[in-house]
């Protein structure tokens, strides 16, 4: 029989690794002892040497409103979001703000060179020297009519003259304003402002870049949007349309800050369904705190007017792994199992309720710290 060394320190290797596995070093006496806690094949379950190393508790029955729990993303509510448009036709000089600034009501954001400037002062000072000749004219026609040089219908058109110079002067000095000249001080630069308070999202020039309504490829140079109120735009399945209203309360739970939940009202329910997965959406008003950045996912919790049974727990008892919720469930064979569950709000005694995943009088684990290292090798 041919004898395989290779094969031999295979399996010996092999004998090793799962002694190691099976024992740990204790450093009170010096001695291995079996670990309280072996893999299995099923990432969801944990063998346990010991199971009553591990108290459980039934999860109790609270009665607490129905709920509708749907994701969502963060959006500019359109209403606080303006568009900034330089009216002069023109190049970029000078950026003061970029994409992102926080800016203020009234802050200069760019400055544009605009030969429409130059043209609407030559316009302004025409119509200037238009009035004052035909304001002197109409001064001598008046004159010669008292002494009955002229007549009357000469002295009407003098005067309908000085009127429509008068309208002229107007007009002129009304595009001045428009471009945001000062025609006593005239410059072919022209200043672009803020026209409200909040945060540039977006930009569509740079320096030495065209501006304007008809020079550059959109008009529209920045957009600014107040982000104090924000839209929270959600995805509900036609089934559950009928447990949503308007101004119904929605609890909103931040993957980025799980510690701060927020409240908000629905505004808006979407009267057309996307034809592909059935859903409509749903508008949610939030007041930001300052947390809230457009394009953010949310877990959107609408509070219903009806109760239902909800099973509460211990917090201890909920494990946060990987952005989701756990608790362990007693199995067969000295095992626990991770059940992926839903929280919900705290009650006072340190409980937490569970919307889904668990029922009420379902035990689960107590204290999930002793297990969360065998989680977390998983």
């Known amino acids: 029989m041919t004898f395989s060394f290779s094969k031999f320190f295979l399996g010996l290797a092999a004998i090793l690794v799962v002694a190691g596995c099976q024992k740990k070093f204790d450093p009170a006496n010096g001695e291995a002892k079996p670990a309280p806690t072996i893999e299995t094949g099923d990432a969801g379950l944990v063998s346990v040497a010991h199971p009553g190393e591990y108290p459980t508790v039934a999860a109790e029955e609270v009665d607490i409103p129905d709920t509708l729990s749907v994701t969502g993303a963060v959006f500019p509510d ?37 030969a429409d400037v130059t043209n609407a002062f030559d316009a302004y000072l025409k119509a200037v020297n238009d009035e004052q000749m035909n304001d002197k004219a109409y001064l001598r026609a008046q004159d010669l009519y008292k002494h009955g040089a002229i ?13 429509d110079a008068k309208a002229d002067l107007v007009a002129a000095e009304e595009q001045l304003k428009v471009l945001g000249v000062n025609k006593s001080h005239p410059t072919n630069l022209v200043n672009v402002y803020a026209p409200i308070s909040g945060v540039i999202i977006g930009q569509n020039v740079t320096d030495a870049a065209a501006a304007g309504v008809t020079l550059s490829g959109t008009a529209t140079a920045f957009t600014i949007a107040d982000l104090s109120n924000v839209w929270i735009l959600c995805d509900v399945y036609e089934n559950d349309l009928a447990k949503v209203h308007i101004g119904q309360e929605a609890k909103i739970q931040l993957a980025a800050y799980p510690g701060r939940p927020l409240s908000g009202r629905v505004s808006d329910i979407g009267p057309v369904l996307d034809p592909a997965i059935r859903t409509a959406k749903v508008r949610i008003e939030v007041a930001n705190p300052g947390i809230l950045r457009l394009g953010m996912f949310v877990t959107a919790t609408l509070v219903g007017q009806h109760a239902v049974a909800r099973a509460v727990v211990p917090s201890t008892a909920i494990l946060h792994l990987h952005d989701r919720n756990w608790v362990f469930v007693p199995a067969p064979n000295n095992q626990f199992r991770r059940v992926a569950v839903m929280s919900g709000d705290m009650l006072p005694g340190n409980r937490q309720i569970v919307l889904s995943g668990i029922a009420p009088g379902q035990p689960v684990v107590r204290d999930v710290v002793a297990l969360e290292a065998t989680v977390e090798a998983q």
């Open 78 to 114: 359109i209403a606080r979001e303006v568009p900034v448009i330089s009216l002069a036709n023109g190049r970029v000089v000078d950026i003061k703000t970029r994409l992102d600034d926080n800016v203020r009501k009234g802050q200069l954001l760019f400055t544009v060179q605009s």
């Open 151 to 163: 007549s009357q219908a000469m002295l009407e058109q003098a005067e309908d003259a000085e009127n």
